[in-house]
């Protein structure tokens, strides 16, 4: 996320943003053992990231 976002947005984006797909933030889903690739894979759609990057 850090590379896509920059640090500082990156932080506030899994502290504070609800991924639609996750029905919660990316810390929320890191807490409650949601794969980091399925995670990942919805931040990707969520923010239209492309391909090259997932």
Known sequence: MELRFGSGYAHSIAADYRITLL????DEALSRG???RAIWRA???EFEVPAKLH
């Open 23 to 26: 029905g919660a933030t990316v």
């Open 34 to 36: 949601d794969s980091p």
């Open 43 to 45: 931040i990707c759609q």
